[in-house]
């Protein structure tokens, strides 16, 4: 398949820190993590900021070390932007998840810069706590490193992909089946019909999806899918989210005329309902329009029309609780395909990076708007 996608379906729980991650994906965000640190200098930067601060307190009247401080300084926020553009928001999420956020985000610039700023006239006490922030950094980096030596040695090789950081990712938490074998086959029906609709939409064969590694820690399925098609899931997450950005406004808007004497509790149904209704089909109905106006044959566009505002609407509906996508674009290696351009592959990973930075999926709250409704194995045979 050329210029393919890995798409990662993520069966793991959706719960507060403390639950486990499999193992492959935190290799995998660690192998990516040191790689970025390795390309932005972080580390480094800190330190020549530490050094630059230390000569001041010793030379305090000494112009060339205030210039090393604000040129390094000014070197560590830009490489922390870096990597803060760098990961996508699925990787912030799982950085969270081992309190590793705050040493690779711009938090880190922003923690020293209010350091400076109320200790300026002591110079000593700003040298101090950057030895100590430079240090604790170099100990967890150190730690990840030993981490990946340890998980190779006990023979958790990284596939040659995981390098590259390609994969799209749905991750279904346990409410949506609510630990129920049958249930959990009819989510993995329904991705099963949204891959196979949205490749017809694109033009590509339904049936060209392949099987990557299992993961047994918590069940991680791979499917290979072409670019196209992992483009357009990309994007139609990010649909997603908009449409429940502009559903949430309407919602505030309820809630905030609830509380009003004037209106009684039918009355606002009655008036917000609908609009809410109106929201969402509106954004289906565009949708559906943007994804079939290449087609041709009128026979099948409407055909494929009808299934995807069903598509469409339950891939709402799971959203509105709680799954998430997260997508990164897999070339091929140098020697597996010679046919895409070194120029062609960066391009790809571009477009990919750039929508994959806006999947910033919030958590479920509230009482979901859209009925939730099982793509069962004769639906899912249909598609």
Known sequence: MTGCLLLKLCLVCSSPKGDEMDVSILQALVTKVLKYEGEYNVQ????????????????PQEPTYQTQFAEGFKNLKA????????????????LDEIAGKDDFSNRLSDDIEKLINENAATPAVIRDSLVKIAADRSNELGHYRALLKNLNYF?????????????????????????????????????????????????????????????????V?????????GKSIAKIADWCLDTWKKVEDIRNIRAQTAQLQAFETDEVERIFGPKIEQQIQAAI???????????????????????LRYILRQFLARVERGLTVDIKYLPHSEADDDTESSEEKEHRRAEIHEVASRLVFPHAVG???????AANDDKAAKS
């Open 221 to 229: 399925f791979w499917l290979i899918v072409a670019f196209g098609v």
């Open 44 to 59: 480094s930067y800190l330190e020549q900021t530490r050094d630059a601060v230390a000569n001041m307190v010793g030379s």
């Open 79 to 94: 490489s922390l932007m870096g990597m803060s553009e760098a990961l996508s928001p699925g990787d912030w999420d799982r």
């Open 367 to 373: 009482e979901p708007v859209l009925k939730l409704e």
């Open 285 to 307: 109905e565009a949708k559906v329009e943007e994804l079939t106006r290449e087609l041709d044959d009128q026979g099948r566009k409407n055909e494929l029309q009808n299934g």
């Open 155 to 219: 023979g958790f090789d990284p596939s040659e992909n995981d390098l590259d950081e390609a994969q799209v990712g749905f991750k279904i938490p346990r409410s949506i089946f609510d630990n129920h074998f049958t249930d959990l086959i009819n989510e993995l029906n329904f991705i099963r019909k949204f891959v196979r609709m949205i490749a017809e939409a694109e033009g590509e064969n339904p049936d060209d999806v392949d099987v990557g590694s299992i993961s047994t820690t918590d069940p």
